[in-house]
């Protein structure tokens, strides 16, 4: 094994550690000391193998197995229809079940909602101080009450919903306060199940049981939609408003010509690939990467992050090209367990920076972006977004 310790920490906000970007050219398939975590682990960082790996069921996501390296975060209560922890046959049901809800045209007919909550959001930030925070005012309660629309939560609940799942999307939530939170939210989705059981509405976990979904099933699905997607597109929303508003020239060819705004959205995806974390596996066989043969029982992470910057399949990696167009990133995983709701996401960063740019002409940073503070570890994001408008 390789005595440098692989750090999952981010450090360098703009990209993947200077360590994994050494291992693309030296070592792409490289047994590495995984620090703190006690296990060895297959740092996987050529774009060719972490589609490769991702696209493998053999590369396990079953994080109910003991060596799943996502073991520790397995939860027994909501695994049964969380799909992005387990492996065919039932990965295969469970998703071919509900994959027709998120198609680009099912999505698409959302426009007009998000518009509204994004609408809505602006004109609560145009009405009170012209400074705050944009992860508050805008980035989180909007993934946030789409999910919750979609599926079905009352109203008069979004509150309480938002509060449990902002506890347990923060980092900095101690041990204590996440597990009330995950018992609050699961709790709710099972009596939201139940009413549904009862009396179906016209959302997704309705229908997921019309089609044969079981209860369990149902509130796992419901838990990982909530769950899956709701911190990952609020941290790609803070972060591309950041980045647009500290380098103004991006913001300035966006002004020049909207209709570039989803090249613009796929590129930031590529460039910040804020769920490192979706890409751990468990090798259930010995199994060749690369010319490397990968022991079964072995952790692998695919580092779709150092994928995305693999100078043969993205030159010069580094720039934010809105030219670009590159819809083959990695950003939203790969192969089988690829995003369910990056449809949804796509077009809530559209939304958002569309209404941003022609709302809030006079939006700008309040603090220098060396100063703001970044999460670490797990979804890379950030904390808060202090602006001025
Ligand atoms: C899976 C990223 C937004 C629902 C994934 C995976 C990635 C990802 C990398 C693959 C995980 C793996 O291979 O193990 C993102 C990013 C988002 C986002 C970067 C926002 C910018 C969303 C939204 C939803 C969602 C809005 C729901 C509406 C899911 C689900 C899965 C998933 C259900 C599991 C799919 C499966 O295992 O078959 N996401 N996601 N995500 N995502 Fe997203």
């Known amino acids: 094994m390789l005595k440098t310790d692989f750090d999952d920490a981010r450090t360098e906000p703009y990209g993947p550690p200077e360590q994994h970007r050494e291992l693309q050219s030296t070592n792409p398939v490289a047994l590495l000391d995984w620090a703190g975590r006690g296990r060895g682990v297959w740092a996987i960082t ?7 790996v991702l ?3 053999r590369f ?4 109910s197995k003991p060596d799943h390296p996502a073991h520790a975060a397995y939860s027994p209560g909501t695994i049964q229809g969380q799909i992005i922890a387990m492996d065919p046959p039932r990965h295969s049901l469970i998703r071919g079940r509900v994959m027709g809800e998120f198609t680009v045209k099912k999505v698409a007919a959302l426009r007009p909602r998000i518009e509204q909550i994004v609408d809505e959001a602006i004109d609560a930030m145009l009405a009170g101080p012209h400074e705050g925070d944009l992860v508050e005012a805008l980035a989180l309660p909007l993934p946030s009450m789409v999910i919750g629309e979609l599926l079905g939560v009352p109203y008069e609940d979004h509150h309480f919903f938002q509060t449990n799942s902002a506890i347990y999307t923060d980092q900095r939530a101690t041990p204590e306060e996440r597990t009330a939170a995950t018992a609050a939210i699961r709790e709710y989705i099972a009596t939201l199940v ?4 009862d009396t179906p509405g016209v959302d997704i976990l309705s229908r997921q049981l019309a089609a044969g979904a079981t209860r369990d099933e149902a509130i796992g699905l419901g838990f990982l939609l909530l769950i899956a997607g709701h911190e990952t597109t609020s941290n790609m929303i803070s972060l591309a408003v950041m980045t647009l508003l500290d380098q103004p020239e991006l913001l300035q060819q966006l002004r020049d010509d909207p209709a570039i705004l989803p090249k613009a959205v796929e590129e ?4 910040f690939t804020i769920a490192e974390v979706g890409g751990l596996r468990l090798a259930t066989e010995d199994l060749d990467v690369h010319g490397v043969t990968i022991p079964a029982g072995s952790t692998v992470w695919a580092l779709t992050n150092t994928a995305n910057r693999d100078p043969e399949v993205f030159p010069e990696p580094d720039r934010i090209d809105f030219s670009r167009g590159a819809r083959n990133h990695v950003a939203f995983g790969f192969g089988p367990h690829q995003c369910l709701g990056q449809n949804v996401a ?3 960063l559209e939304v958002v920076l569309q209404r941003i740019i022609d709302r809030l002409p006079n939006l700008r940073l309040t603090v220098p972006v060396s100063q703001l503070r970044f999460k670490e570890h797990g979804n890379f994001g950030l904390y ?6």
Request: aromatic share 12%.
């Open 346 to 348: 796509r077009l809530e």
């Open 60 to 63: 396990s996501s079953d994080r």
């Open 268 to 271: 930031l995806l590529r460039y």
């Open 46 to 52: 050529k774009y060719d193998d972490v589609r490769a």
């Open 384 to 389: 808060e977004l202090p602006l001025a408008w």
């Open 55 to 57: 696209s493998d069921f």
């Open 194 to 197: 139940d009413a549904r059981l």
